[in-house]
């Protein structure tokens, strides 16, 4: 059952933690409601805490996007959240992982698709399909990319530059950068294997759960995925370099995404991505949600975490 745990106000470095009241069932989690940047637009950072957090251990940590539905399903917009305290405090309860934090990145929703679409291979477009793509709409009265300008570039630098040296600072992380990781879905799986490809010697590995490799949400237009392919042909970094996951479910908008992630593992099989640094599963029967992202989290904190290692 979930529990609510009454944070302390705190304050580090000049940022506001937040005394709030959290639905989460075990360990703690420090709200951090205006973290500023010179990158990207203020806003929440969530970091959990697992039970028994000691400040003279030192632990792993995942940075999640979408971090306004990582933990708590009464405060989002659908019901569902991914309950990352209860699996990751499972897992390391078990000894099934190293012990670890969680770093949740609010999405400030008008500019989701703006600061998780990879910058590249966007800009790779041509001009008239970088002008269709600005033009093109996710809902009758709503542009895809919100009217802003792809902005993941920015997002990137704002994670490395500015997060992790936070993170660095006030948590006890370790300092080997092997064990930082990047985790996401949809949109969210998509930055985040283009942040470990960009930024290799910042993290150890990646996990991107249900890919929108569409870019859009016409599965009949393929530009977007080219470039995406195109990009990923052209930079992948040398294979082993960095722990890699994959995977995808068949309902909903999960439906469309096999074709384009088989091309995608042909691709990093010719490259020489392979097990064990390298996995990529489906889940049929499984659609396109937090509560199937919650169902399947063990897998990639397992995948992660686990004994596998890129050193």
């Not at 000691?54 to 940590?61: A, I, L, P």
């Not at 703006?114 to 542009?143: D, T, W």
């Not at 949109?187 to 993290?203: A, C, K, Q, R, T």
Request: hydrophobic content about 40%.
């Amino acid at each position: 059952m979930k529990q609510w745990f009454l944070l302390t106000l705190t304050f580090f470095l000049g940022f506001h933690v937040k005394a709030i009241a959290m639905n989460v069932s075990v360990g703690e989690l420090h709200i951090i409601d205006d973290f500023s940047s010179k990158y990207i637009e203020t806003r929440p950072i969530r970091v959990w805490l697992p039970d028994g957090y000691s400040d003279t251990s030192e632990y792993s940590v995942v940075f999640m996007h979408d971090g306004q539905m990582l933990f708590d399903p009464t405060a989002t917009w659908n019901g569902q959240a991914w309950d990352v305290d209860d699996v990751a405090q499972s897992l390391i309860d078990e000894q099934k992982v190293k012990p670890f934090i969680v770093v949740g990145i609010d999405n400030i929703a008008e500019k989701r698709h703006a600061e998780y679409f990879p910058q590249k291979p966007f800009e790779a477009m041509s001009e008239e399909e970088i002008a269709e793509a600005y033009a093109l709409k996710r809902g009758p009265n709503q542009l895809l990319f919100g009217g802003h300008q792809v902005q993941s570039d920015n997002y990137l630098k704002f994670i490395v530059e500015e997060l992790k040296p936070y993170i660095e600072e006030n948590y006890a992380v370790s300092k080997d950068h092997k064990e930082h990781f990047i985790m996401g879905s949809s949109m969210g799986g998509l930055i985040s294997w283009y942040m470990v490809n960009e930024y290799p010697d910042e993290f150890g590995g990646a996990a991107c759960l249900s890919t929108h490799w569409l870019g859009a949400f016409d599965p009949e237009d393929q530009k977007m995925f080219t470039q995406f392919y195109g990009y990923l042909e052209e930079n992948l970094l040398v294979p082993q370099q960095f722990l890699l996951y994959f995977d995808h479910g068949d309902q909903t908008l999960d439906q469309y995404y096999p074709p384009y992630q088989e091309k995608i593992n042909a691709l990093l099989e010719a490259k020489g991505y392979v097990l064990p640094a390298t996995k990529v599963l489906s889940f049929p029967g499984t659609d396109h949600s937090e509560n199937a992202w919650s169902d399947r989290l063990h897998i990639p904190f397992e995948f992660l975490l686990g004994a596998i290692s890129t050193k």
